[in-house]
């Protein structure tokens, strides 16, 4: 009986689990499809530093980015909270060279890669708004 009741809780337990991990999922990709991009002209961004973080359940991004003569010239983690840091190096180094948040995703990283993406919307963003 005592065995029984053991499995019970057992099973009780990862089913629990099960279920906790299909919300933050489900979670996380409502917040991930919900992430927009507002188009931005470089020519419209002045000179500076500006900050933008975007949050999801399961990734955390906050940047820095330096603008120079209308470009991006650099792009710094101020907060990465994913576990895809190579992928993280590479998306915003193809933004800077580029100029733009417009840059293909890195393959298995789509979701780390397009959190860093919206981040760097939000701050050449408020450059633009200030």
Avoid: C
Avoid at 121 to 127: G, I, T, V
């Amino acid at each position: 009986m005592e065995e029984k009741k053991q499995m019970g809780i057992i099973f009780s337990s990862l089913a629990l689990l099960i279920v906790i991990m299909i919300i933050i999922w489900v979670t996380f990709q409502i917040q991930y499809t919900s992430l927009n991009y507002t188009p931005v002209d470089m020519a419209d961004v002045p000179d500076g530093v500006y900050t933008g973080r975007t949050e999801t359940i399961l990734l955390t991004v906050e940047v820095e980015v330096e603008v120079n003569d209308h470009k991006m010239t650099g792009i710094e983690f101020l907060e990465h909270e994913t576990t895809y840091e190579e992928a993280g190096n590479h998306i915003k180094n193809m933004m800077v060279k580029e100029n733009t948040i417009d840059v293909d995703t890195v393959s298995s990283a789509t979701a780390s890669t397009n959190v860093i993406k919206s981040a760097v919307n939000k701050a050449l963003l408020s450059a633009v708004e200030e």
